[in-house]
């Protein structure tokens, strides 16, 4: 069983800057890639970044630039810093990491972007 909690989301006006933490418990932290997701009301929940156990990354073409994924295994924590913020960039994020055939997701956090 794995545990994710992510904080860091908020209000912040467009052009700004937010980082957004997943903390992970219950298993092992570091063998496996990890994700963030986001959901838009009305939209499906899309793909933000994913950052393997080798620390590739990878990013959709709509935060490429922009947002920078990472991770801490002593902290069995993944980061997603989010520059330059965009209206568009409103949603819940959610971290995800799939473990054995089985997904977890955290309970997401909110970001809104709003001047």
């Known amino acids: 069983q794995v545990q994710l909690v992510e904080s860091g989301g908020g209000l912040v006006q467009p052009g700004g800057s937010l980082r957004l933490s997943c903390a992970a418990s219950g298993s092992m932290f570091s063998p496996y890639a990890m994700a963030w997701y986001r959901q838009a009301p009305g939209k499906q929940r899309e793909l933000v970044a994913r950052?393997?156990?080798?620390?590739?990354?990878n990013y959709a073409d709509s935060v490429k630039g922009r947002f920078a994924v990472s991770r801490d295994n002593a902290k069995n924590t993944v980061y997603l810093q989010m520059n330059s913020l965009k209206l568009e960039d409103t949603a819940v994020y959610y971290c995800?990491?799939?473990?054995?055939?089985?997904?977890?997701w955290g309970q997401g956090t909110q970001v809104t972007v709003s001047s």
């Open positions: 950052i393997t156990a080798a620390n590739r990354e």
């Open positions: 995800y990491t799939g473990r054995n055939g089985r997904d977890y």
